[in-house]
């Protein structure tokens, strides 16, 4: 095992914790965090798999994905809390209808 | 605004620029309009400064040493296991001029000793004491004064 | 090891130790006033002496100027951040702490 | 082998940290805190792509991932509240969990075992993997920059980028078209130490943005972290009442916006029709086309990314003044 192959280990852990919070949590905030979280995993996954070049520069061709995709996870944000926003103001509620309430 | 304080800002902005790049001269290419855009947003967004630059030589020492001073005390109060504070709110009256100098004077007082200001109403500074027992407030007018000197001001009295 | 190199250690060392205090501070003071002056204060030297260390250290300098304009922000934005900190407590009716 | 075992333990506890992070950003329950744990998240997260040797990603995410994303949440939470004051109490508080339900039993079962699976994927990977650095390494030379990210973000895979800025346009659109929100209540006036902050910081920002700019052809850096730091120099702007309230519908926005993409598409056409292949930069001109595409990528990021955050704000604003 080496430190690039721990760091993948960590982002398993991030994906599974934020995949669990976007099922589970009704609030819609959350799921966007949870979103987030997940998606920092994912990013976290390919920056430590790019690592595993020994001495040499890690490989460019994730990290420049990864900048990316910050850049994009981040006005995927911006999109996702308007929307959660124009839903409240709709129902009054941050929180997806439940099915089993009505 | 004076032609000269434009000149001034404008060796400010090319100094950072030339600390940034490590005084790379092909960095000019960029460097020439990035410092004349930040020259010209600062010239709108802050029109005027009186700093009178030879009271600035004075001030830094003095502010390097309390400020030094007021980490230590903290420090000291935080590790100390009878952790010794007597907190406390308490209302300064300002007498510098509002705007600027007042606004130095609230962020000079939270890096000095005991001192943190909570509040900038108009010419009262909200200050949150470490200890109420000590003598801040000989501390604050110290400072105030210094400001005033420092902004080419004198403060008013009541 | 030059002198020089010893006192950058000495300097880094009792930097660590005001950042250590400062996060003293902040785990044990009552309230958001007093963890501010712990955590504003406290870093603000901490920072201050490595900045020192690092600059004694330093190859040229612009790298000296670069570490002062980085000491220069962080201290308009920690100074600052703490007044607009304590400020929105005060607002919300956060009351101090007393004894 | 000493300073192997300090790396291991300080990679050990960054990643615990990140985990217990992230677990208490998810499950806590007021979502305040949720958010400030996010934003520390994201600073650890940081600390962690400069520990796996990704600088560039380190500087995005500081910006972004701990700064930008944060100020976008806390804006949406302050104006979620503002809704919910009107109806019940629970304002940013979610409402009471009702116990474990089936199906979330079902989840606790599955997550772990796909968790293990990914893990055992992993450590079945090989250590040694050189992927395409070897093949980045060896064009470099053609790209017209020395850092390998940025001749990758800007050259080899060109295309990317310029999907990128069309993805960013069109969440802006996004945004735009939901149109308002909630009507905010009567704008108080920014505090004066704030003000000031702002007013001394903007042009340093700048500075410092043509410096990200400047650096990214051989260091860490480039047009995405350049842009990030002019939009939190829009942000503090904003957030101190300069609302550029006509000005945003003015044309000199919206070609801001659209000169990023709008040269990509141009030098993507050129390329096309002279080279015969999409994004395909002639060596010896790529070092001034990556400059240029640099530069208006940056100004389009740093003004779509601000734009995000004043958001659909833009239909209040008429409806309410």
Redesign the interface.
């Known amino acids: 095992m080496s430190i690039a192959h721990l760091y993948a280990l960590v982002s398993v852990g991030l994906i599974s914790l934020g995949l669990y919070a976007l099922i589970v949590h009704a609030h819609l905030l959350r799921k966007i965090l949870a979103i987030n979280v997940m998606g920092s995993g994912i990013f976290l996954l390919l920056v430590a798999l790019a690592q595993r070049t020994g001495t040499a520069l890690p490989d460019p061709v994730p990290h420049a994905m990864v900048i990316t995709g910050i850049v994009v996870a981040v006005s995927a944000t911006a999109l996702a809390l308007t929307l959660m926003l124009k839903l409240s103001a709709q129902t009054g509620c941050a929180e997806l209808p439940d099915k089993e309430d009505e | 605004m004076s032609g000269l304080s434009i000149l001034l800002r404008g060796i400010l902005f090319s100094l950072i620029w030339w600390l940034l790049t490590d005084g790379d001269t092909a960095s000019w290419w960029i460097g020439v309009p990035a410092v004349a855009l930040a020259l010209i947003i600062n010239i709108a967004l802050l029109p005027s400064s009186n700093l009178v630059w030879h009271e600035f030589l004075i001030f830094v020492p003095f502010f390097l040493l309390r400020s030094l001073l007021g980490g230590v005390d903290v420090a000291r109060r935080a590790i100390d296991p009878r952790m010794p504070i007597a907190p406390a709110l308490f209302e300064y009256p300002l007498r510098l001029p509002a705007g600027m100098p007042q606004v130095f004077m609230a962020n000079t007082v939270s890096l000095l000793p005991g001192t943190l200001s909570a509040e900038l109403c108009t010419n009262c500074l909200k200050v949150h004491v470490l200890d109420s027992r000590g003598g801040f407030l000989a501390e604050l007018e110290a400072v105030e004064q210094r400001v005033a000197r420092l902004f080419g001001t004198s403060l008013k009295t009541f | 090891m030059t002198l020089i190199d010893y006192l950058t250690a000495a300097l880094l060392l009792a930097g660590a130790i005001f950042f250590f205090a400062g996060t003293v501070g902040l785990l044990r003071f009552p309230d958001v006033y007093t963890r501010l002056h712990a955590l504003t204060k406290a870093d603000n030297v901490g920072l201050g002496l490595m900045v020192v260390a690092l600059a004694i250290q330093a190859e040229s300098w612009t790298a000296v100027g670069k570490l002062l304009l980085i000491w220069l922000l962080v201290m308009l934005a920690g100074a600052s951040v703490a007044h607009l900190v304590a400020r929105g407590a005060l607002r919300r009716g956060v009351r101090p702490w007393k004894q | 082998m000493e300073t192997m075992m300090v790396?291991?333990m300080l990679?050990?506890l960054l990643?615990l940290g990140?985990?217990w992070l992230?677990?208490r950003?998810?499950?806590c329950p007021n979502?305040f805190k949720?958010?400030v744990l996010?934003v520390a998240?994201?600073l650890l997260?940081a600390l962690?792509?400069v520990?796996?040797?990704?600088p560039?990603?380190a500087l995005?995410?500081a910006a972004?991932?701990a700064g930008?994303?944060g100020a976008?949440?806390m804006v949406?939470?302050a104006?979620?509240q503002s809704?919910?004051t009107?109806?019940d109490a629970a304002g940013a508080t979610?409402?009471e969990e009702r116990g474990i339900r089936p199906?979330?039993w079902l989840?606790l079962i599955v997550?772990?075992l796909?968790?293990t699976g990914?893990?055992y994927i992993?450590?079945s990977?090989?250590?040694?993997?050189?992927?395409?650095?070897t093949a980045?390494?060896t064009h470099l030379e053609a790209s017209g920059v020395s850092n390998?990210?940025t001749?990758?973000?800007l050259n080899?895979?060109g295309y990317?980028?310029l999907l990128?800025l069309i993805?960013?346009l069109l969440?802006?659109l996004?945004?735009w078209s939901?149109g308002g929100?909630?009507p905010q209540q009567a704008a108080t006036p920014a505090?004066?130490?704030?003000e000031?902050?702002?007013?001394?910081?903007?042009?340093?920002l700048?500075?410092?943005?043509?410096?990200l700019?400047?650096?990214g052809a051989h260091a860490p850096g480039?047009a995405?972290q350049a842009?990030?730091v002019l939009a939190a120099a829009g942000v503090l702007l904003l957030l101190i009442g300069r609302h550029p309230r006509a000005a945003l519908m003015a044309l000199p926005l919206r070609l801001i916006l659209v000169l990023g993409p709008a040269t990509f598409l141009v030098i993507a056409v050129v390329t096309m029709l002279i080279e015969d292949a999409l994004l395909k930069l002639p060596p010896e001109h790529a070092g001034k086309l990556i400059?240029l595409l640099e530069t208006t990528a940056m100004l389009s990021?740093g003004a779509?990314?601000a734009a995000?955050?004043l958001?659909?704000r833009r239909h209040t604003d008429k409806e309410h003044s």
């Open positions: 790396a291991w990679d050990s990643g990140l985990l992230a677990w950003c998810l499950a979502l949720a958010i996010f998240f994201g997260m962690a792509w520990r796996l040797e990704a560039d990603v995005a995410e972004i991932g930008l994303t976008l949440l949406a939470l104006q979620l809704i919910e009107n109806g979610e409402k199906l979330q989840l997550l772990p796909i968790a990914l893990g992993i450590l990977f090989p250590p040694d993997a050189p992927g395409l650095s980045v390494a390998p990210v001749a990758v973000l080899f895979r990317d980028t990128e993805v960013l969440a802006l996004g945004v939901l929100t909630v505090p004066l130490v704030l000031t902050l702002t007013r001394l910081l903007v042009p340093v700048i500075l410092t943005a043509a410096y700019l400047w650096v480039g995405f842009g990030s400059l990021i779509t990314l995000l955050f958001g659909g």
